[in-house]
């Protein structure tokens, strides 16, 4: 098993910068990648980027590329991403995911932006951008 808990979300202004963070805890040396995801009311839950936990590769999604940064703490076994020049069409609830099963890497990387990819899931932590 796996934990995740986000922190980091606020209200802020379009053009402001935030940093979130997924701290893990339990099983964490299963963790092969790790994502964050995003969920607006009334849509579907989006792809925002994904790491992969041994050699830090990222992925983004064109929407967020360029303004937002995943990185990763191994031995503090944290998540994080940076939110630059925001938007309010990022506003959102931000999650964090684990993916803890066999995956290959780099041949796998585009599985990384399915929700259905990860096994563990955290609660959110909403993220707000006023125009």
């Known amino acids: 098993q796996v934990q995740l808990v986000e922190t980091g979300g606020g209200l802020v202004q379009a053009g402001d910068s935030l940093r979130l963070s997924c701290a893990a805890s339990?099983?964490?040396?299963?963790?092969?990648?790790m994502g964050w995801f995003r969920q607006a009311p009334g849509k579907e839950r989006e792809f925002v980027g994904s790491?992969?936990?041994?050699?830090?590769?990222?992925l983004y999604a064109d929407s967020v590329k360029g303004r937002f940064t995943i990185s990763r703490d191994n031995a503090e076994n944290t998540l994080y991403l940076q939110l630059n020049s925001l938007k309010p069409d990022d506003t959102a609830l931000y999650y964090c995911?684990?993916?803890?099963?066999?995956?290959?890497?780099?041949?796998?990387?585009?599985?990384?932006?399915?929700?259905?990819?990860?096994?563990?899931w955290g609660q959110g932590t909403q993220v707000t951008v006023s125009s």
């Open positions: 339990g099983r964490t040396f299963n963790i092969r990648a």
């Open positions: 995911a684990a993916r803890v099963r066999s995956i290959v890497f780099p041949r796998a990387m585009d599985l990384l932006r399915s929700p259905g990819t990860y096994d563990y």
């Open positions: 790491i992969t936990w041994r050699d830090g590769t990222t």
